[in-house]
């Protein structure tokens, strides 16, 4: 970590633009955890459905087990853990300023939102491919179901 000061004014650009990043990730993170739901919602219609009608051919297995996997993967991507850094405390922050003035308040406040941003950045990079997993087994056990009952 740097101990060279930073201005003040591109302190306050800076942690505004980490403020709208943190937004951002949150946004993603609960996006992901909203479409990891679905999946699994879909993962379970179509698994019902399946064995429901079940069939001649043998393709409803291939398609049960891919939904299996789908399953698995969208509940990986739920328990991990999602963006949940959304900044520093500012009760924190508002017991630090007996001990630091102005200027160390300000680097406390910019080094916990670079930190958070951070944090979050390697927690959506874990979900993502979880997630993204799911989602291709998911619309491959959709295609092998339909091949399976044009024949």
């Known amino acids: 970590?740097?101990?060279?000061?930073?201005?003040?004014?591109?302190?306050?650009?800076?942690?505004?633009?980490?403020?709208s990043q943190l937004q951002m990730q949150t946004a993603r993170s609960a996006a992901l955890d909203g479409g990891a739901l679905s999946v699994m919602a879909v993962d379970a219609a179509i698994a019902t459905i399946t064995?429901?009608?079940?069939?001649t051919h043998h393709f409803w297995i291939v398609a049960l087990a891919l939904l299996g996997l789908s399953l698995l993967l969208a509940v990986g991507a739920l328990r991990l853990p999602g963006a949940e850094q959304t900044g520093p405390s500012v009760a924190g922050l508002h017991d630090a300023r007996d001990t630091q003035d102005d200027s160390g308040l300000e680097d406390l406040l910019f080094e916990g939102l670079a930190e958070d941003?951070?944090?979050?950045?390697?927690?959506?990079?874990?979900i993502a491919p979880l997630f993204n997993g799911a989602l291709a087994f998911l619309m491959l056990a959709i295609v092998i179901e339909l091949v399976g009952r044009l024949q």
Do not use: K
Request: include cysteine.
């Open 1 to 19: 970590m740097s101990t060279r000061r930073i201005s003040p004014g591109l302190t306050d650009g800076l942690c505004s633009l980490a403020e």
């Open 51 to 55: 064995i429901g009608i079940g069939g």
């Open 117 to 126: 941003v951070r944090t979050n950045q390697q927690a959506l990079a874990r």
